[in-house]
Each structure stands twice: as structure tokens, then as C-alpha cells.
């Protein structure tokens, strides 16, 4: 198995072939090829195709779903091995989710993945989640970090809802705040006061040790 099997993964999903990623997502775990790899540069770069010939009307929704499943079921099997290895010792207590309005969890659960296998005690709230249950899950678990996903250009605005909800409870100064999606970028970031902007899982969890003083 070598770089090849990236190709092969990409293809499964531009093809909308989910027994075929997931085939060789399970091959991908018993050669111990690296599984973020398999996820970024095969699976992910697959859905990127697929989100572009969406984007210029070439496939549709259906279509779209369907590469989205190939990827989901792939990551059932290549997340677990992402967490081998790790140490117990909790780097610090993130509640993740996507904000309300938007379903796209993908990217989501990927940076949930990654920093659980970081070492990070990790509260994923799923998709679809309302500003309110943040801010109740940042209570309950005493979080330092909250990350949140938003895919749509229409839901992005959930997060700076988000960020003054923390102000109004009184927990802006403990929470820190970490976004990452699609529309979203550094400018977003700083227009709305959140502290990070990360563009991928590896600079998620990056920018997660340094909100967390590690
Ligand atoms: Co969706 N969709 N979609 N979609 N979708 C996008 C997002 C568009 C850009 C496609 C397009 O037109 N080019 C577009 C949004 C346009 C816009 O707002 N400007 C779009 C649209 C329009 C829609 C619907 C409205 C379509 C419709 O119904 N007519 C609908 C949304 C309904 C809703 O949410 N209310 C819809 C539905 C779907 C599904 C269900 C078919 C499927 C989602 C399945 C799922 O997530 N369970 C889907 C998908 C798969 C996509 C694309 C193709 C891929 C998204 C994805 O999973 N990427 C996407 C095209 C695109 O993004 N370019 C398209 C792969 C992951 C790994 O990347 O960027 O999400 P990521 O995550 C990265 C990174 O951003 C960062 O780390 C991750 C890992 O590297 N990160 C964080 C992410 N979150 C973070 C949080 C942090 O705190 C830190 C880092």
C-alpha cells in the first residue's frame, strides 16, 4: 500500500462508491497506512471534487449525499485508530459542535477525532446546535474551549450569537473561542472576537494547546 491508495479513496468518492471507500478504508487499517492521511488527502479531497461540481450544477443533492456517505461511513472505521496512542492526561475540556441552522458535521467530527486523540477531553453537541445548549454544555463540563463549525455562509453568523452569549453568562474571559468551516476564515475570526481561526483538524488541534496554555 502506498500513495496509490489515496487515489483509490478519492475516486470511491467522486464515483459516490461507499462500499468501495469503505473497503479500503478497512485495508487502510490493516497496513497501517496513516488514517489522516486517508481521511485529508483521500476521502476529503474526493468530497471537494464532488462540493465543486456541485457548486457549478454538474451533480446534485442526491449525488452530494451519497459521496458525503461514503465519507461518513469511511470515517466510522479510520477515527478509532486516529486515538491509539494517546495519553490520558487531559490537555484541556472542549465542547464542539456545529452551529444551529447547519447539518454538516463531517468536518466537525474530524477535528473532534483529532483532538480526543490529542489528548483533550472532547464534548461533541453534534450538528444543528443551538446557541444555548453551547453555553449550557461550557457550564456543565467547566469547558476552556469552545469550537464551533459553520458550512453555510448563512449560519456563520450563529457563531458571533454564540460568543456574545458567552459574554452575557459571564464566561468570555475563561472560554476561549475556536471556529473552522468552509466560509470562514482569520478576517471572520477577528470581526467577531473569536481567538482562533483554524483551517484544518492539525491546525484545530494546534491552535487548541495554545488556547489552552499547552
Ligand atoms: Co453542503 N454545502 N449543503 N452538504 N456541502 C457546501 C458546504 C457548499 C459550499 C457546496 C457548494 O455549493 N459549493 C454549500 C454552501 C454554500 C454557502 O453557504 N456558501 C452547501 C449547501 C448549499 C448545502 C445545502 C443548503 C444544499 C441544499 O439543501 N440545497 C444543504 C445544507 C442544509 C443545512 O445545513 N441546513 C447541504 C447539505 C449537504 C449534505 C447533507 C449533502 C452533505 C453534508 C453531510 C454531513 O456533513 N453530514 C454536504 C456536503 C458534504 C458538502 C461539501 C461538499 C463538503 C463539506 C465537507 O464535509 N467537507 C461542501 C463543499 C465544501 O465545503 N467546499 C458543501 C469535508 C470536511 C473534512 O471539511 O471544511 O467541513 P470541512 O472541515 C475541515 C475544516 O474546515 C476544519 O477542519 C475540518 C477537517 O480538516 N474545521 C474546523 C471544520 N470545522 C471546524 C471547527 C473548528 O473549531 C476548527 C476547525
Known amino acids: 500500500?502506498?500513495?496509490?491508495?489515496?487515489?483509490?479513496?478519492?475516486?470511491?468518492?467522486?464515483?459516490?462508491?461507499v462500499e468501495?471507500?469503505?473497503?479500503?478504508?478497512k485495508e487502510v487499517i490493516t497496513t497501517g497506512f496513516d488514517p489522516l492521511k486517508a481521511i485529508e488527502q483521500g476521502l476529503g479531497e474526493g468530497l471537494k471534487?464532488?462540493?465543486?461540481?456541485?457548486?457549478?450544477?454538474e451533480v446534485f443533492l442526491p449525488m452530494l449525499m451519497m459521496a458525503a456517505q461514503a465519507m461518513k461511513e469511511?470515517?466510522?472505521?479510520?477515527?478509532?485508530?486516529?486515538?491509539?496512542?494517546?495519553?490520558?492526561k487531559v490537555l484541556g475540556k472542549v465542547v464542539v459542535g456545529t452551529v444551529e441552522g447547519d447539518i454538516h458535521d463531517i468536518g466537525k467530527s474530524i477535528?473532534?477525532?483529532?483532538?480526543?486523540a490529542s489528548g483533550f477531553e472532547v464534548h461533541d453537541l453534534g450538528a444543528d446546535t443551538p446557541t444555548s445548549k453551547f453555553i449550557a454544555k461550557a457550564?456543565?463540563?467547566?469547558?476552556?474551549?469552545?469550537?464551533?463549525?459553520?458550512?453555510?455562509?448563512?449560519?456563520?453568523?450563529?457563531?458571533?450569537?454564540?460568543?456574545?452569549?458567552?459574554?452575557?453568562?459571564?464566561?468570555?474571559?475563561?472560554?476561549?473561542v475556536m471556529i473552522g468551516g468552509a466560509p470562514v476564515s482569520t478576517a471572520?475570526?477577528?470581526?467577531?472576537?473569536?481567538?482562533?481561526?483554524?483551517?484544518?483538524?492539525?491546525?484545530?488541534?494546534?491552535?487548541?494547546?495554545?488556547?489552552?496554555?499547552?
Do not use: H
Open 74 to 88: 469511511s470515517l466510522a472505521i479510520l477515527e478509532p485508530a486516529l486515538a491509539k496512542g494517546v495519553s490520558r
Open 139 to 176: 457550564k456543565e463540563v467547566d469547558a476552556d474551549l469552545i469550537g464551533m463549525s459553520a458550512l453555510l455562509t448563512t449560519t456563520m453568523t450563529k457563531m458571533s450569537e454564540v460568543i456574545n452569549a458567552l459574554k452575557e453568562a459571564g464566561l468570555r474571559q475563561k472560554v476561549k
Open 20 to 25: 468501495l471507500a469503505v473497503e479500503i478504508s
Open 1 to 17: 500500500m502506498s500513495e496509490d491508495v489515496l487515489k483509490r479513496l478519492k475516486e470511491a468518492v467522486v464515483n459516490y462508491d
Open 188 to 214: 471572520w475570526a477577528e470581526k467577531i472576537g473569536a481567538d482562533a481561526y483554524a483551517e484544518d483538524a492539525i491546525a484545530a488541534v494546534d491552535a487548541a494547546k495554545k488556547l489552552c496554555g499547552k
Open 49 to 57: 471534487i464532488v462540493g465543486d461540481k456541485f457548486e457549478a450544477g
Open 111 to 116: 477535528v473532534a477525532a483529532m483532538l480526543t
